[in-house]
């Protein structure tokens, strides 16, 4: 579990939870116990002694609840992330779906497909050439062949035919 100062807050809640616990269940022992034992305490006393009991159930049952927002509020951004991932994942296919379809309108190779799939990751030559095991020169020399096929000038010019009409 990757800790987050979300997670460490959680911890922290925890722990004073178990400790009001703690501190409730000791002063309700000596409060019977006092009680049964009725020796010379004061009226004031028990009253401390009950008003600390109180306290301490409060306290127990407030932060109780925060830990409860806390869960509730997890799962929701669990929710939230589990939706956006999915629309991701259909957008990523419908924009793919896109893709291929242009490829094939330009009659594109699949080595020219993979070449500008790279460009659109934002890839520079370099590692476009790296990935595809050639040289640098090479991949500039397809890039240029590929932009000359589709008549298009530059790799904005490329990405910008695709985005343009979302803008």
């Known amino acids: 579990m990757k800790i987050t100062?979300?997670?460490q807050n959680k911890?922290?809640?925890?722990?004073?939870?178990?400790?009001l616990i703690y501190i409730f269940i000791s002063i309700g022992y000596d409060l019977v116990k006092d009680l049964y034992q009725f020796k010379n305490y004061?009226?004031?006393?028990?009253?401390?002694?009950?008003?600390s009991l109180l306290v301490s159930g409060f306290s127990f049952f407030f932060i109780f609840n925060i830990l409860e927002e806390y869960r509730k509020?997890?799962?929701n951004l669990n929710l939230n992330i589990t939706s956006e991932q999915n629309i991701?994942?259909?957008l990523k296919g419908d924009f793919l779906k896109v893709l291929?379809?242009?490829f094939d309108e330009w009659h594109l190779t699949k080595s020219e497909k993979e070449i500008i799939v790279l460009i659109f990751k934002g890839l520079p030559y370099k590692k476009i050439a790296d990935i595809r095991n050639t040289k640098d020169?090479?991949?500039?020399?397809?890039?240029?062949?590929?932009y000359k096929k589709i008549d298009i000038k530059s790799?904005?010019?490329?990405?910008?035919f695709f985005f343009e009409d979302l803008l």
């Open 42 to 51: 004061t009226i004031t006393y028990l009253i401390y002694e009950l008003i």
């Open 11 to 19: 911890i922290k809640l925890t722990i004073v939870l178990l400790l």
């Open 155 to 160: 790799r904005n010019e490329l990405i910008a």
């Open 137 to 146: 020169i090479t991949i500039r020399q397809q890039v240029s062949t590929i």
């Open 5 to 7: 100062a979300h997670n």
């Open 100 to 102: 291929e379809k242009q």
């Open 88 to 90: 991701s994942k259909k």
């Open 73 to 75: 509020n997890i799962d």
